[in-house]
């Protein structure tokens, strides 16, 4: 199939940037030349922040290319973070980063400043386990003991964002599914055990590349760059109470510490 004026996209924009004459093979290759092209259109604002991209057939007509070439050109930008494919939806332009400010006293709902988007989450696990050695340390278990595992995805206008993996003391919050499945929310948890207010007491920020259970949950491929962060949360008195590892796209999000609250 060709594309006829019937089924171009709209976008004129695109579609003169794909039309262009390409430079010799010799000079640099055409598949990197549709990645130059692709990425002159998202800083250019002709594919906007969440934008989904044409599909692979489409946009191969478009370069004139096959969708072998295609792919690769999208999967550099897949590996870069700046393209986001979404199983069984299509292929989008990542947001721009959010802000994420790191003060003790901030919920994570609190904490992402985004620009308007519908923020949301989606639990992927809860279970009991043995703790990890980290969790062992932290809340002084044993093996033997039991921590609840909570596997979280965070999402801005149903785009993946962040995934989390929590690991907190059974024996602290015995009511914990309960409590939880009322409105999916750790707060009321620790509320609910006498915690009505908890701090945020260490945060650690590593880059790192995306493993293959995380780049699915992510919607990016395998060894994109990523930023992992580990935080430990306590009670006032210090009794810590929450383990936590999250993983952020690199691209999508910047780390503020010691913003002032806002007024």
């Known amino acids: 199939?060709?594309?006829?004026?019937?089924?171009?996209?709209?976008?004129?924009?695109?579609i003169a940037l794909a039309r262009r004459a390409y430079l010799p093979?010799?000079?640099?290759?055409?598949?990197?030349?549709?990645?130059d092209r692709i990425s002159q259109a998202i800083e250019n604002g002709i594919v906007s922040p969440g934008a989904r991209l044409?599909?692979?057939?489409?946009?191969s007509e478009m370069f004139r290319v096959s969708r072998v070439t295609v792919r690769r050109?999208?999967?550099?930008?897949?590996?870069?973070?700046?393209?986001?494919?979404?199983?069984?939806?299509?292929?989008?332009?990542?947001?721009?980063?959010?802000s994420f400010v790191i003060r003790d006293d901030m919920r994570f709902a609190d904490s992402l400043v985004g620009h308007g988007e519908r923020a949301t989450s989606r639990?992927?696990?809860?279970?009991?386990?043995?703790?990890?050695?980290?969790?062992?340390?932290?809340?002084?278990?044993?093996?033997?003991?039991?921590?609840?595992?909570?596997?979280?995805?965070?999402?801005?206008?149903?785009?993946?964002i962040y995934f989390t993996r929590k690991e907190l003391p059974a024996r602290r919050f015995p009511d914990f599914e309960r409590i939880y499945a009322k409105d999916q929310s750790v707060s009321a948890v620790y509320k609910a055990a006498g915690i009505p207010w908890f701090r945020r007491a260490e945060t650690r920020v590593m880059g790192g590349l995306a493993q293959t259970a995380e780049a699915e949950i992510l919607g990016i491929t395998v060894k994109t760059p990523v930023q992992y962060?580990?935080?430990?949360?306590?009670?006032?008195?210090?009794?810590?109470?929450?383990?936590?590892?999250?993983?952020?796209?690199?691209?999508?999000?910047?780390?503020?510490?010691?913003?002032?609250?806002?007024?």
């Open 54 to 59: 044409p599909g692979e057939m489409q946009l």
């Open 1 to 14: 199939m060709f594309l006829t004026a019937a089924n171009l996209p709209d976008d004129l924009s695109l």
């Open 25 to 35: 093979k010799s000079q640099r290759p055409v598949w990197l030349q549709i990645y």
């Open 73 to 98: 050109a999208l999967a550099l930008h897949q590996s870069e973070g700046t393209l986001q494919a979404r199983k069984g939806v299509g292929i989008f332009v990542r947001q721009q980063p959010r």
């Open 123 to 160: 639990t992927l696990l809860l279970d009991r386990a043995s703790p990890s050695e980290d969790a062992q340390k932290l809340f002084g278990l044993t093996p033997d003991d039991e921590v609840i595992v909570l596997h979280r995805m965070r999402l801005l206008d149903d785009m993946p």
């Open 229 to 263: 962060v580990v935080a430990i949360n306590r009670t006032p008195d210090g009794e810590a109470i929450e383990y936590n590892r999250g993983c952020w796209p690199m691209n999508s999000v910047e780390f503020v510490f010691n913003a002032p609250p806002a007024t």
